[in-house]
């Protein structure tokens, strides 16, 4: 089965730009063309696509990708390594979670704060010299 870029595009859900910049980093290899230099893809590039989607959906960076795409050209071989680049993802996600967290934390101290003049205003006094409201809740 021969594919054009836009056939590609939507059996993988990804636009056009996007398959040619991950052409243009490695992530997909470079397409057969016609004689008029029409980019032709097979069913392999739409499963490649379709994971690459996928990991990206879940957040892994370009360069884990890259290791998880070549990990999958050894079948046979023990999946150590995927599961330490997957663990490694989960770390960050987890340290992203804890951050955003304390953000919400620290916005929900700084709302709870009551209603005043700007000039007495709890939030701004908390932009101005963190963790005043904070510690000072009512």
């Given at each position: 089965m021969s594919l054009t870029i836009g056939e590609l595009s939507r059996q993988a859900q990804v636009k056009v730009p996007t398959?040619?910049?991950y052409e243009q980093i490695g992530l997909l290899a470079e397409p057969t063309r016609t004689e008029g230099q029409q980019r032709r893809y097979d069913v392999g590039d739409v499963r490649?696509?379709?994971f690459i989607?996928?990991?990206r959906?879940?957040?892994f960076e370009v360069e884990a990708i890259?290791?998880?795409l070549d990990l999958t050209g050894a079948p046979d071989?023990?999946?150590g390594e995927?599961?330490?680049i997957t663990k490694a993802h989960l770390d960050e996600v987890n340290d992203k979670i804890a951050r955003l967290t304390a953000l919400r934390d620290e916005l929900e101290a700084m709302v709870a704060c009551d209603h005043r003049k700007i000039s007495e205003c709890r939030i701004i006094e908390v932009l101005a010299d963190h963790g005043q409201c904070?510690?000072?809740r009512h």
């Open positions: 398959i040619r910049y490649r696509l379709n989607r996928h990991a959906e879940l957040g890259r290791q998880l071989r023990a999946c995927v599961h330490e904070r510690h000072d």
